[in-house]
């Protein structure tokens, strides 16, 4: 028998900062701007209940609102209504250059405390496609996004599939969804499905480097090495750090036998990531290519544009001044280490 009571506990998942912002797609800068904003309080993990409201604040900023306009929004809705948190307590739609929520059965713009029957002058709010107003429509497929992340995090992969897909029924341009079915078929090497799915991501949000990415993975499982090169760049165009991009546009380029090209990128890559065993196979490729193609790094520093050499067996030292550059080895000019 026990000499005292029995605690009873409860796990509640938490997820990290890195895998909300994996698994919602969401840009580290925009989940500052809206920790700025007030509109989440900054943490290192979240519950399920906070990645629902990153996940509407990820809709909203697609919806073209900034953390400024949302947060007044949200803030005027908190003094109309009482609520605590109007984002998760009410529906929430677009209305102009603000926000407007269901309030009461209809819906209401807090900051001017009118209620709105259309946006911009130009589209009825409650224009029903399929049964669902616009907003509506927004809210099933946040709560659907997270039902399927959640059963791919417990392996239900068919039941995750069919969740993505009535998402993509609902809305064909929601690019986290395309990304993450396209990842499955990817998986199962069913590479032909994964493709399409990737590039419709592509085309739904031309801005998102990580539809890009995955899209030079599949087409270089296919061996379109031309194809998959042309998708790290844009990936990297898009996010110049992305350092899992340069990492593969470097073995892209050494497939093909482009060892300068590659060069560039490893060189990347080691600058980006400097600590683990994909930092130490991408030092090793640089070794490699200098002393096979004999060539020296170069940085030139900035302000003054001198060159500063660095020996060909040391890695980059991860804070360079300016962009790399590479020269045929020779002495190093006098004054040079």
Avoid at 257 to 273: F, I, Q, T
Avoid at 277 to 297: D, F, G, Q
């Amino acid at each position: 028998m026990s000499d005292g009571p029995i605690a009873s506990t409860l796990t509640v998942t938490r997820y990290s900062r890195h895998d909300a912002l994996r698994i919602l797609r969401i840009p580290a800068r925009h989940l500052r701007s809206w920790e700025r904003a007030g509109l989440i309080a900054f943490s290192e993990s979240y519950s399920f209940q906070e990645l629902g409201q990153l996940c509407k604040l990820r809709d909203l900023r697609a919806m073209r609102l900034s953390a400024a306009r949302i947060r007044a929004s949200v803030s005027a809705m908190q003094a109309v209504s009482g609520m605590a948190n109007p984002l998760m307590e009410a529906g929430a739609a677009r209305s102009g250059s603000r926000l407007a929520f269901r309030h009461s059965g209809a819906w209401m713009e807090p900051v001017t405390r009118q209620f709105v029957f259309d946006f911009d002058g130009r589209q009825r709010m409650f224009e029903v496609e399929g049964g669902l107003t616009q907003a509506e429509r927004a809210q099933r497929v946040s709560a659907l996004f997270l039902d399927a992340v959640r059963c791919e995090e417990a392996m239900k992969l068919d039941e995750a599939i069919a969740l993505y897909e009535e998402i993509l029924a609902l809305d064909a341009n929601h690019a986290p969804s395309a990304i993450n079915l396209g990842t499955i078929f990817y998986n199962r090497r069913e590479f032909q499905h994964s493709e399409e799915l990737y590039r419709q991501a592509t085309v739904s949000d031309p801005g998102y480097a990580l539809a890009f990415f995955d899209l030079g993975n599949v087409l270089d499982e296919l061996q379109r090495v031309e194809e998959s090169i042309d998708a790290y760049k844009r990936a990297i165009a898009l996010m110049p750090k992305y350092a899992d991009a340069h990492y593969n546009l470097a073995l892209a380029y050494e497939r093909r036998s482009e060892r300068r090209r590659a060069l560039r990128h490893w060189v990347a890559y080691v600058k980006l990531d400097p600590v683990g065993p994909w930092s130490n196979h991408a030092r090793s490729r640089v070794k490699m290519i200098l002393e096979r193609e004999k060539l020296t790094i170069v940085w030139r520093h900035e302000g003054t544009g001198r060159p500063g050499l660095l020996p060909s067996s040391s890695a980059p030292a991860g804070r360079g001044t300016g962009r790399p550059g590479f020269l045929p080895s020779a002495p190093a000019p006098s004054g040079h280490v």
